[in-house]
């Protein structure tokens, strides 16, 4: 499990916003491989917490061994982030000094031919975050309709040919299944004619990442996670959120923007009778990205986003 890698990126962006603090309790609802918890970890002990969520048990299994030296100062739980609330409250936990949610798909994952999740090796179409439960994506190929299939492409995945993609996979699975991350990767490089190939990104790519937003429940584990982050924030406590594509980003900066306005009152009314407070205060007018040296060194941080909010008195 050593080998579980993931290069965490905006870790000096997300120290600073998260501004985690001696004897602190913070919460990483996306562990994968440790790397963002090691530097809370860092900052906060010998007396804080870390509690490091995480869908895949292989990630936590590496974590645990990775985060050893932290004794009791760290917790690990096999669980989703869009939980956050019902997981804290089985640790007897009320409220949390910060919130982190890296909503990136590991290095290891993308690596691990078996996982399924890349076009780059060959291996079965699992694509689950938590192998244990759920429809691969093997299974949604074989079983939605060309219409849902479309439709998934189309608006995960933002994809243009989604409905010659579509087709494509009809005709291929009514000769066989498709099982396999190489033979879809081709079928989808096919079926977009070959003057749109973009250079700097595979014909697959769109498709295999709305494949594994379908998946996953991905978008709506998004909206629950920011949503529950927030709420289970104390006074003052932060929430950073990590994203890489437009869908989530959006998602992000919706919630952020809806927690941090105050009354809704029609504007005729002469004084407010909602009485809503804004729940945050919105710490990023505009999504921080990575710098060139970081992108050099990770590429994967190329298309990071992140966004923080400080929870209202």
Not at 58 to 82: D, N, Q
Request: net charge neutral; aromatic share 6%.
């Amino acid at each position: 499990m050593s080998d579980f890698r993931h290069l965490s990126v905006l870790s000096d962006e997300v120290l600073e916003l998260l501004y985690p603090r001696p004897g602190g309790i913070y919460l990483d609802g996306t562990l994968g491989g440790g790397g963002h918890t090691e530097l809370i970890l860092e900052k906060i002990c010998p007396d804080g917490i870390v509690i490091g969520v995480d869908r895949d048990r292989e990630a936590l299994a590496a974590a645990s061994v990775r985060l050893e030296r932290f004794g009791s100062s760290f917790i690990a739980i096999h669980g989703s982030f869009g939980e956050l609330a019902q997981l804290l409250k089985q640790q007897n936990i009320e409220a949390v000094d910060g919130v982190l949610l890296d909503l990136g798909v590991s290095s290891y994952q993308l690596d691990t031919a078996e996982r399924g999740f890349s076009f780059r090796q060959d291996g079965l179409l699992d694509m689950r975050m938590d192998p244990s439960k759920g429809e691969t994506a093997a299974n949604i190929l074989e079983n939605l309709s060309v219409e849902e299939l479309e439709r998934i492409i189309k608006e995960y995945g933002e994809e243009r040919w989604a409905r010659k993609i579509a087709q494509s996979i009809e005709r291929e699975r009514q000769e066989k299944a498709i099982v396999k991350t190489l033979q879809l990767a081709e079928l989808v490089s096919r079926a977009i004619p070959r003057r749109f190939h973009e250079e700097r990104i595979h014909p697959a790519t769109r498709t295999f990442q709305a494949l594994r937003i379908a998946v996953n429940n991905e978008l709506e584990q998004v909206r629950h996670g920011v949503s529950e982050g927030i709420s289970v924030l104390k006074q003052g406590g932060r929430i950073v959120v990590i994203s890489f594509h437009s869908l989530e980003d959006r998602i992000v900066k919706q919630l952020f923007r809806e927690a941090a306005t105050g009354c809704i009152c029609p504007p005729r009314l002469p004084y407010c009778i909602c009485n809503k407070k804004p729940l945050v205060r919105v710490l990023t007018n505009r999504p921080i990205r990575a710098g060139e040296d970081e992108v050099n060194r990770n590429p994967r941080a190329r298309s990071a986003k992140l966004r923080a909010a400080e929870k209202s008195g």
